[in-house]
């Protein structure tokens, strides 16, 4: 089991940038891959990026967010992260980390374990 938990949120200006940090417990964090996802108020929960297992560098992005977002992982501190660029006031939204066994994926329901998520607010 993989219990995660997100950090770095906040509220910034569009054009700003974040770093969302997700930190897993367990020794097996490194086998699954790492997904992030984001909810805005009254849509649905939807795809942002993933990266596979292990030391890997494969990654995937929804459209809206290529180019301005990277997804990295550091293994030996069983982190996955978020580096947000160019931030916009549609980018904002709860963010969620999430484990799975499947990559690449942009399903929910290919993802096993979630954290709580982080707020993240762009104003214009």
């Known amino acids: 089991q993989v219990q995660l938990v997100e950090s770095g949120g906040g509220l910034v200006q569009a054009g700003d940038s974040l770093r969302l940090s997700c930190a897993g417990s367990g020794r097996t964090f490194s086998t699954y891959a790492m997904g992030w996802f984001r909810q805005a108020p009254g849509k649905e929960r939807e795809f942002v990026a993933a990266?596979?297992?292990?030391?890997?560098?494969?990654?995937n992005y929804v459209d809206s967010v290529k180019g301005r977002f990277t997804i990295s992982r550091d293994n030996a501190k069983n982190t996955v992260y978020l580096q947000m660029n160019s931030l916009k006031p549609e980018d904002t939204a709860v963010y969620y980390c999430?484990?799975?066994?499947?990559?690449?994926?942009?399903?929910?329901?290919?993802?096993?374990?979630w954290g709580q998520g982080t707020q993240v607010t762009v104003s214009s």
């Open positions: 999430a484990a799975g066994r499947t990559f690449p994926t942009t399903s929910i329901l290919q993802y096993n374990y």
């Open positions: 990266i596979i297992w292990g030391s890997g560098s494969s990654a």
